[in-house]
């Protein structure tokens, strides 16, 4: 992923606070298969059946404070990355998640969700921190990634930075 | 300006003198992934096309949460791991042996002032033996496996200061649920807890285990204690000698520091489907409960059976229970069986089930029925934790699981005692 003119947009699906790994991806998945396909067909089914059917790709998950607390389990962001979630937007996230969901490469914003409505119209410029809710015609602040972080994101997760050889020594110390 | 544990910690692992907020790269003393989180971080360690493990040494495999293999899927999972383990030199510990956090422990792999990362969210665990221990993904795992170092944030850090001694029939567990009742799922986000008060002190090893464990239920990074003679003497009884705990200086900085009163706490419960949804026993006493659970990371050692027992003994398990064991160790399983405990479990008609996991995350192994109330020692409970999202969880310590199970509903322990 390249984060220069980076650009999405898609449909909020509206979650609340504390929303755990466990309701993401249920553990009976996690020990059945590594399969990231059918891990995503399971998202969220145990307090949202059929989730997955209902998403378009590209559209983004907006939840409340600690998205994401509870278990390490990474299936949880491979579910909604292969679930084709273009970005994940909440007030705050758990930190496991959080890394997770960095070393993925999949998007995840920290903004003031309550100004998101489900079903709302979302355009979001990752390169520029901006969060566009088309259907309320407001303009959303967004906390931008230490440059650090940045670059893992941008080289599109941390198999990708590893992969390209660099090991850790471009990150500094 | 002085460091907290944490920041003292890092500072040594990254070769430089850093604070909270800096993201670091650092090096790591020991790291270990569990059956539901290896199988990822071998996949992305494969996908990484480096061939050599950097430091296998410092690596640890679990085969804990799934055990024994209930399906060919999961087998293929194990085998996936074992293979690995071998070609890379890993030690793997397999299936029997007991919960990664538990065995982690018993085998001296955890020193004070040690960076530890585990790809399960209870590496908090550690901090009790004065670690920074922290829970991270399989990607990070990988990671790792590649480089030895990792990349890390230094959290600002939270001082809980506990004021007094807990009462009689009033454990570790009650506390560390009321903290979590108190603080919530979100109140340590991102930050390390520095525990601090006489009642450590006074708290065995298992006590404190019981404690860091769940810090992660707040959120936090880390749960880390100081280490007295009590570390010195555990750790002396696993072969580990000389150890060089870390304290915090006194003009150290805290994001908070948290003053409770906890001489007059009773026993707590945190009932379905939050672990920060805690209240006094009281006022869910009676609640009927078709099943029992006594084990996991948090509550499944040997003083945790041994409470039960004493609670247990010439009692029978209500007729309408079934009241479910998972010794968290094989070490605990064989202590156990010498001091007669688990003689008593059975004997009170409990079903004892494969060191590990048991059923606390509901893979397999004692799943409720729609509509069931399940009392366990556990550390979550989040709709659909032990397998059905239709079953409702309350968490509480051994001494009153133990207790509800004699009388088919949520009873207070201290009626026992
Ligand atoms: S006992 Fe439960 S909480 Fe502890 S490591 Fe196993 S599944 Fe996780």
Same mark, same amino acid.
């Given at each position: 992923?390249?984060?220069?003119?980076?650009?999405?947009?898609?449909?909020?699906?509206?979650?609340?606070?504390?929303?755990?790994?466990?309701?993401?991806?249920?553990?009976?998945?996690?020990?059945?298969?590594?399969?990231?396909?059918?891990?995503?067909?399971?998202?969220?089914?145990?307090?949202?059946?059929?989730?997955?059917?209902?998403?378009?790709?590209?559209?983004?998950?907006?939840?409340?404070?600690?998205?994401?607390?509870?278990?390490?389990?990474?299936?949880?962001?491979?579910?909604?990355?292969?679930?084709?979630?273009?970005?994940?937007?909440?007030?705050?996230?758990?930190?496991?998640?959080?890394?997770?969901?960095?070393?993925?490469?999949?998007?995840?914003?920290?903004?003031?969700?309550?100004?998101?409505?489900?079903?709302?119209?979302?355009?979001?410029?990752?390169?520029?921190?901006?969060?566009?809710?088309?259907?309320?015609?407001?303009?959303?602040?967004?906390?931008?990634?230490?440059?650090?972080?940045?670059?893992?994101?941008?080289?599109?997760?941390?198999?990708?930075?590893?992969?390209?050889?660099?090991?850790?020594?471009?990150?500094?110390? | 300006?002085?460091?907290?544990?944490?920041?003292?910690?890092?500072?040594?692992?990254?070769?430089?003198?850093?604070?909270?907020?800096?993201?670091?790269?650092?090096?790591?003393?020991?790291?270990?992934?569990?059956?539901?989180?290896?199988?990822?971080?071998?996949?992305?360690?494969?996908?990484?096309?480096?061939?050599?493990?950097?430091?296998?040494?410092?690596?640890?495999?679990?085969?804990?949460?799934?055990?024994?293999?209930?399906?060919?899927?999961?087998?293929?999972?194990?085998?996936?791991?074992?293979?690995?383990?071998?070609?890379?030199?890993?030690?793997?510990?397999?299936?029997?042996?007991?919960?990664?956090?538990?065995?982690?422990?018993?085998?001296?792999?955890?020193?004070?002032?040690?960076?530890?990362?585990?790809?399960?969210?209870?590496?908090?665990?550690?901090?009790?033996?004065?670690?920074?221990?922290?829970?991270?993904?399989?990607?990070?795992?990988?990671?790792?496996?590649?480089?030895?170092?990792?990349?890390?944030?230094?959290?600002?850090?939270?001082?809980?200061?506990?004021?007094?001694?807990?009462?009689?029939?009033?454990?570790?567990?009650?506390?560390?649920?009321?903290?979590?009742? *108190?603080?919530?799922?979100?109140?340590? #986000?991102?930050?390390?807890? $520095?525990? %601090? =008060?006489?009642? +450590? @002190?006074?708290?065995? /090893?298992?006590?404190?285990?019981?404690?860091?464990?769940?810090?992660?239920?707040?959120?936090?990074?880390?749960?880390?204690?100081?280490?007295?003679?009590?570390?010195?003497?555990?750790?002396?009884?696993?072969?580990?000698?000389?150890?060089?705990?870390?304290?915090?200086?006194?003009?150290?900085?805290?994001?908070?520091?948290?003053?409770?009163?906890?001489?007059?706490?009773?026993?707590?419960?945190? *009932?379905?489907?939050?672990?920060?949804? #805690?209240?006094?026993?009281? $006022?869910? %006493? =009676?609640?009927? +409960? @078709?099943?029992?659970? /006594?084990?996991?990371?948090?509550?499944?050692?040997?003083?945790?059976?041994?409470?039960?027992?004493?609670?247990?003994?010439?009692?029978?398990?209500?007729?309408?229970?079934?009241?479910?064991?998972?010794?968290?160790?094989?070490?605990?399983?064989?202590?156990?069986?010498?001091?007669?405990?688990?003689?008593?479990?059975?004997?009170?008609?409990?079903?004892?089930?494969?060191?590990?996991?048991?059923?606390?995350?509901?893979?397999?192994?004692? #799943?409720?029925?729609?509509? $069931?109330?399940?009392?366990?020692?556990?550390?979550?409970?989040?709709?659909?934790?032990?397998?059905?999202?239709?079953?409702?969880?309350?968490?509480?310590?051994?001494?009153?699981?133990?207790?509800?199970?004699?009388?088919?509903?949520?009873?207070?322990?201290?009626?026992?005692?």
């Amino acid at each position: 992923m390249h984060l220069k003119d980076y650009l999405l947009q898609g449909k909020a699906h509206k979650l609340g606070d504390d929303i755990n790994t466990d309701y993401i991806i249920s553990g009976r998945y996690k020990f059945k298969t590594l399969d990231r396909n059918i891990l995503a067909q399971h998202l969220l089914e145990d307090i949202l059946p059929n989730f997955y059917q209902q998403i378009t790709p590209g559209d983004f998950i907006v939840a409340g404070e600690n998205f994401g607390c509870g278990s390490s389990r990474e299936q949880a962001p491979l579910a909604i990355k292969y679930a084709r979630i273009g970005a994940v937007l909440a007030r705050s996230f758990a930190r496991i998640f959080y890394r997770n969901a960095i070393n993925l490469g999949l998007p995840i914003i920290v903004t003031d969700t309550r100004k998101i409505k489900n079903g709302d119209e979302l355009k979001i410029d990752l390169s520029q921190g901006k969060v566009i809710n088309a259907t309320a015609g407001l303009s959303l602040k967004t906390e931008p990634f230490p440059p650090e972080i940045m670059q893992i994101i941008e080289a599109g997760g941390l198999i990708e930075y590893f992969k390209k050889g660099r090991g850790w020594t471009e990150l500094g110390r | 300006m002085g460091k907290t544990i944490a920041e003292k910690i890092f500072s040594a692992h990254c070769g430089r003198e850093v604070k909270s907020g800096e993201i670091v790269i650092s090096e790591i003393d020991f790291a270990l992934a569990q059956d539901g989180t290896a199988p990822l971080a071998i996949q992305s360690f494969e996908s990484m096309e480096i061939e050599k493990v950097a430091v296998p040494e410092k690596l640890a495999f679990f085969v804990d949460h799934n055990v024994p293999s209930p399906s060919q899927e999961v087998s293929l999972l194990h085998q996936l791991m074992r293979h690995f383990a071998k070609k890379h030199k890993i030690k793997l510990y397999d299936m029997g042996k007991g919960v990664c956090h538990v065995v982690a422990t018993e085998e001296g792999w955890i020193s004070p002032g040690n960076l530890i990362v585990g790809a399960d969210s209870h590496t908090c665990t550690y901090g009790a033996l004065n670690a920074l221990a922290t829970g991270v993904g399989s990607t990070d795992l990988a990671a790792v496996m590649a480089s030895g170092k990792l990349w890390l944030r230094v959290p600002e850090s939270i001082k809980i200061i506990l004021k007094g001694l807990l009462p009689e029939g009033v454990y570790a567990k009650d506390l560390i649920l009321y903290l979590v009742g *108190r603080l919530t799922a979100r109140g340590a #986000v991102y930050q390390a807890i $520095e525990f %601090e =008060g006489e009642i +450590i @002190q006074e708290f065995s /090893l298992e006590e404190r285990f019981t404690l860091s464990n769940m810090a992660v239920e707040m959120g936090a990074k880390a749960g880390i204690m100081r280490a007295d003679n009590k570390v010195r003497e555990w750790l002396k009884k696993r072969g580990i000698r000389s150890i060089q705990p870390v304290e915090p200086d006194e003009d150290a900085s805290y994001a908070q520091i948290l003053e409770f009163d906890i001489s007059f706490l009773a026993p707590q419960i945190a *009932r379905p489907h939050t672990v920060d949804n #805690v209240v006094p026993l009281k $006022e869910v %006493e =009676g609640t009927p +409960i @078709q099943q029992g659970f /006594l084990g996991t990371c948090t509550n499944g050692r040997v003083s945790d059976l041994k409470i039960a027992a004493r609670i247990l003994k010439g009692r029978k398990v209500s007729p309408g229970v079934r009241f479910i064991v998972a010794p968290a160790s094989r070490q605990v399983y064989q202590e156990t069986l010498r001091q007669g405990i688990i003689e008593i479990l059975v004997e009170a008609g409990a079903a004892l089930v494969t060191p590990g996991c048991g059923c606390c995350v509901g893979t397999h192994n004692g #799943v409720p029925a729609k509509g $069931e109330n399940v009392i366990s020692t556990a550390n979550r409970n989040f709709q659909g934790r032990m397998g059905n999202p239709e079953a409702f969880i309350y968490l509480a310590s051994p001494a009153t699981v133990a207790a509800s199970v004699i009388e088919g509903k949520i009873t207070d322990p201290r009626r026992f005692l």
